[in-house]
Nanobody
Framework: QVQLVESGGGLVQAGGSLRLSCAAS????????MAWFRQAPGKEREFVAA????????TYADSVKGRFTISRDNDKNTVYLQMNSLKSEDTAVYYC????????????????????WGQGTQVTVSS
C-alpha cells in the first residue's frame, strides 16, 4: 500500500505562487506515474498534471500549462507541484495520486488509472 500526504496549500492572492508537496510512505513511488488532480466546489475532480516514474516526461491540463510545474524526488519519495501566476479559478482542493500500474510509458490523465490518493490540501486564490 502507498500512503500519500499533501501539504503546502493555503490562501494566496491572484498572481501569487504556492508549492504543494506530496509525501509518500508505505511503499516507494519510484515505479509509478504520479499526478495531481483538483476539485472545486460543485465540480468534478479534474486532472492537473502528471509525471513519469523516472521523471523524464510530464503532461499538463491546458488550463495550467505554462503556469504549473510538476516534479519529483524519488530519493525523498516526494512529488511537488509548483504553481505560479495563480488565478481565482485555481481555487480547489488539490489531490496527489499514484498510478496503479508500474513503469507505464503513457501518462494517465484520468482518475480511474490512479489507485492511491491523498486526503487533499486546500488552495484558495483571492482576486
Amino acid at each position: 500500500q502507498v500512503q500519500l500526504v499533501e501539504s503546502g496549500g493555503g490562501l494566496v492572492q491572484a498572481g501569487g505562487s504556492l508549492r504543494l508537496s506530496c509525501a509518500a510512505s508505505g511503499r516507494t513511488i519510484d515505479t509509478k506515474t504520479m499526478a495531481w488532480f483538483r476539485q472545486a466546489p460543485g465540480k468534478e475532480r479534474e486532472f492537473v498534471a502528471a509525471i513519469a516514474w523516472n521523471g523524464d516526461s510530464t503532461t499538463y491540463a491546458d488550463s495550467v500549462k505554462g503556469r504549473f510545474t510538476i516534479s519529483r524526488d524519488n530519493d525523498k519519495n516526494t512529488v511537488y507541484l509548483q504553481m505560479n501566476s495563480l488565478k481565482s479559478e485555481d481555487t480547489a482542493v488539490y489531490y496527489c495520486a499514484a498510478e496503479r500500474r508500474l513503469f507505464t510509458r503513457v501518462l494517465a490523465t484520468t482518475s480511474l488509472e490512479y489507485g492511491y490518493w491523498g486526503q487533499g490540501t486546500q488552495v484558495t486564490v483571492s482576486s
